[in-house]
C-alpha cells in the first residue's frame, strides 16, 4: 500500500463523486475502477490523519487493492488512470441512453452525471441529462434548469429547446413557451409536432387567431390528426367562429374511434353555445349508441 511521504500527485475528485461512481452498478468495472483511482489521494489523506472523518479501514484496503494496478500510472499523473478514457466515457454514454429507453431513467441519471463531472462542457452528456429528466422521471422543473444549462453549452441543440419549451408549457408558463418554441422551430423548421405545440401555446396565451392558422395549416397536411382538429376547433370557437368550429367538431364527432367520446366533443360545444335542441338530439344519440344490443334468442329445435 502507497506510504503517506509519497503522496499520488492527482486531482482530488469529490468525496461524494467517488463514492457515487464506485455504486453505480450500470458502469463497467473498468470505468468504476479509474474513477476509484481518482479517489485514492482522498482515501490516503484520510488513513494519514489529513481528513478528520474518513472512510472505513476495510473499505480503504479494498479500495486500494482494486485500483493496485493502476497506481504506477496515478503516482505519474497519467491522465487515464485519473479518469476514464474517451472510449470508456462513450461507452457509458450508451450504455446510460440504452437505460434511459428501458425505462431505468435512475441509472441514467446516475451514469450521466458523473459523465458530466468528468466533461461539464460536453453538450450531448447535457442533452441526455435533460432528456432523463423530462422523459425519464417526468420532472419539468429540473428539466428545465438542465436545459437552462445545456443551451449556455451550446444555444443549438434541438433536444434541449424542445424539453424547455415543453417544460414551459407543462409549468404554465405559455408566453415563455411560445418565445422557446419559435427558437426551435428556426432551427428544426420541420417538426411538425412541435408546431402543433406552438399552435397550442398560443392557444394558451390567448392568441386564438395565431393559433388558428397555424393549425389550419397542419390539419390540411394531416386531416385525420385527431388531436390537430380538436386544437383547430377550440381555436375557431374562441375566435368567435363558431359556424366552422361546429364543422371541425362534426368531423371530431366522425374520426374519432369511440363515437361516444367524439359525440361527447360535439355535444359539449351545443351546450356552450346554449343549442338545446342539438344539446338534445346528440344525447339521444349517445343514448342509443350506448344501450345494450338485445340478446338473440335462438329458436328450439
Not at 434548469?145 to 434541438?158: E, K, Q, S, T, Y
Not at 355535444?267 to 338530439?281: G, I, K, M, N, T
Request: proline fraction near 5%; aromatic fraction near 4%; include cysteine.
Amino acid at each position: 500500500m502507497p506510504q503517506c511521504s509519497a503522496p499520488l500527485r492527482v486531482p482530488v475528485i469529490s468525496k461524494a463523486s467517488f463514492m457515487r461512481s464506485a455504486l453505480i452498478s450500470s458502469l463497467s468495472m473498468r470505468i468504476a475502477v479509474s474513477l476509484l483511482v481518482a479517489g485514492v489521494p482522498l482515501a490516503l489523506a484520510s488513513a494519514c490523519g489529513g481528513v478528520p472523518s474518513g472512510p472505513n479501514p476495510d473499505v480503504l484496503r479494498s479500495t486500494v487493492d482494486l485500483a493496485k494496478g493502476h497506481v504506477a500510472r496515478a503516482r505519474n499523473a497519467s491522465e487515464n488512470a485519473v479518469y476514464p478514457s474517451r472510449e470508456e466515457q462513450r461507452e457509458a454514454f450508451i450504455h446510460a441512453g440504452d437505460a434511459l429507453a428501458r425505462g431505468e431513467a435512475r441509472d441514467a441519471l446516475d451514469i450521466v452525471r458523473v459523465l458530466l463531472e468528468l466533461q461539464p462542457a460536453n453538450w450531448m452528456f447535457h442533452s441526455l441529462l435533460v432528456q432523463t429528466l423530462y422523459f425519464g422521471l417526468h420532472d419539468a422543473e429540473r428539466a428545465l434548469d438542465a436545459a437552462g444549462r445545456c443551451l449556455h453549452v451550446d444555444p443549438l441543440v434541438i433536444e434541449c429547446l424542445q424539453v424547455r419549451a415543453l417544460a414551459l408549457l407543462d409549468l404554465g408558463r405559455s408566453t415563455e413557451a411560445r418565445l422557446a418554441l419559435d427558437t426551435y422551430i428556426e432551427v428544426n423548421p420541420a417538426d411538425e409536432r412541435a408546431q402543433e405545440l406552438l399552435s397550442r401555446a398560443r392557444l394558451d396565451s390567448g392568441d386564438t387567431e395565431g393559433a388558428a392558422a397555424l393549425l389550419r395549416a397542419l390539419v390540411a397536411r394531416s386531416p385525420d390528426n385527431l388531436r390537430r382538429r380538436l386544437l383547430l376547433a377550440h381555436a375557431e370557437e374562441r375566435s368567435g367562429r363558431v359556424d366552422e368550429a361546429e364543422r371541425q367538431f362534426m368531423v371530431v364527432s366522425r374520426i374519432h374511434r369511440d363515437p361516444v367520446a367524439g359525440l361527447t366533443y360535439l355535444l359539449r360545444f351545443y351546450e356552450r353555445q346554449e343549442r338545446s335542441a342539438d344539446v338534445r338530439a346528440i344525447r339521444s344519440e349517445i343514448n342509443r349508441l350506448q344501450r345494450p344490443a338485445p340478446r338473440r334468442r335462438l329458436d328450439p329445435l
